[in-house]
């Protein structure tokens, strides 16, 4: 929109695409597509990559503010809500957003190794993430080879003995954070069958006619599931299917339950029943007293990510996990501005973030515009940050070094029939990169 602004990009780790990279699941090709339109950003004569830069240690913001006119904070959401149940540190207890990273290869993840030895596997939360980490744990082995899933996590699924997996959420199924296409895949997921309780849909078919279209589907797609019954095709599929999944709904995590044997391990889950009070998104749920315990030895807790504080210099909400904004201006700090899950709190798809960067870019232009954003002044940029990064013994990795990162990841993918074969540390990275 400016040709007399540049931009450059401050990454903690080497590589490029965050969430894209991290977070969409593998099976998922056609949502990393965007990684397009970032690439020929990165390219563009008036933008820089600088990877391996952690702001916050390597860098403060007060330093990116000295060095340019405007300082815009995109880093998302990458702290876990905790359930705040007794036993959730016992070992077969993980966050989604560990166990995502652990299978696409986020370096701080590597360590996971989870055990995925027992029948039952429990999934709190009902979003994308959690249907995400159902399909990829009920996945036949030969879909999830030809994707971008790591060759560590593939070599723990194929020993998985991961049969029934559960996703519970607290609400109804008209308040069910999870859509349509996800929801259809598990329904037509090789070599599974959905195992629903009747009960959980009492009164929903009524409730149809007044919801928005897209809820709609969504919920027609689930009622079709739990209650009709199916056709001769798909009831021959279901019979023969050796894996099983299911939707649980007002249902609540109290406790998890320890194995009587190894105290240390999860043998299980104590779930409260809610009935919900209210309809539509603003239902709450409510206690009603009544108690049900699940048998499982894995428990993966997907109730959301909140965003963590990068440097004291910059206001933060710890209530709300978001950095105080007005349309992307950062309250009480000139120059600084956010984007994406730091300022919205972790909701929504990519081409909802994709807008909401818009909003904020657009916020940058007006404030130069009006002369808000003072750019009078020459700032030096990144002159004066790698000067800095250099003292401090830190090397930038940068776009065409991430490159080089890329076509190895290809080159590995390709030699055993997948799109990449991730690098999964840092100092291999670095080592391909050349530094």
């Not at 560990?98 to 370096?107: C, K, R, S, T």
């Not at 991961?162 to 996800?182: M, S, Y």
Request: hydrophobic residues 35%.
């Amino acid at each position: 929109a400016r040709p007399d602004v540049t931009v450059d990009i401050y990454e903690r780790l080497p590589v490029p695409f965050g969430l894209v990279r991290f977070g969409v699941a593998p099976d998922h090709p056609e949502v990393k597509n965007v990684i397009n339109t970032f690439t020929q950003t990165a390219r563009h004569e008036r933008c820089s990559f600088y990877g391996n830069v952690n702001v916050g240690k390597d860098l403060s913001v007060t330093e990116l503010q000295e060095a340019y006119h405007a300082v815009v904070l995109s880093y998302g959401a990458e702290g876990n809500r905790r359930m705040g149940v007794p036993g959730e540190d016992l070992s077969g207890v993980y966050s989604a957003k560990d166990f995502v990273g652990w299978y696409n290869g986020l370096p701080s993840c590597r360590e996971l190794g989870p055990d995925l030895s027992c029948e039952t596997a429990v999934i709190l939360g009902q979003g994308n993430v959690a249907l995400d980490v159902a399909r990829v744990l009920l996945s036949p082995i030969d879909l999830l080879k030809k994707t971008d899933i790591t060759q560590p996590a593939l070599e723990v699924l194929e020993e998985s003995r991961v049969r029934r997996v559960l996703i519970v959420g607290r609400r109804g199924p008209t308040q069910i954070a999870g859509t349509v296409k996800e929801v259809r895949e598990m329904v037509n997921l090789p070599n599974t069958r959905p195992d629903m309780l009747a009960s959980d849909f009492e009164g929903v078919k009524e409730a149809l006619k007044d919801l928005p279209r897209p809820r709609k589907r969504l919920t027609e797609l689930m009622l079709k599931t739990a209650m009709e019954t199916p056709g001769e095709k798909e009831h021959e599929r279901r019979e023969k299917a050796s894996r099983v999944w299911g939707l649980r709904f007002y249902r609540s995590p109290v406790e998890i339950l320890a194995d009587p044997e190894r105290s240390s391990r999860t043998a299980g889950i104590r779930l409260a029943v809610n009935k919900l009070e209210g309809s539509g998104e603003g239902a709450r749920a409510v206690l009603t007293g009544e108690m049900e315990d699940v048998s499982c030895g894995l428990i993966i807790s997907s109730i959301g990510y909140k965003s963590l504080s990068i440097d004291p210099s910059v206001p933060f909400d710890s209530h709300r996990a978001i950095v105080p904004n007005n349309m992307g201006r950062i309250q009480e700090a000139p120059g600084l501005y956010c984007s994406g899950w730091l300022k919205t709190g972790p909701t929504g798809v990519i081409a909802t973030t994709l807008n909401n960067s818009f909003d904020t870019a657009r916020s940058v232009l007006e404030d130069m515009d009006s002369g808000t954003l003072n750019t009078s002044a020459a700032k030096p940029g990144s002159q004066s940050i790698n000067a800095l990064l250099e003292n401090r013994g830190v090397k930038p990795v940068t776009f065409s070094e991430w490159e080089k990162i890329d076509s190895e990841e290809v080159r590995r993918g390709a030699a055993i029939g997948k799109p990449r074969e991730k690098l999964l540390t840092v100092e291999e990275m670095l080592q391909v990169a050349g530094k």
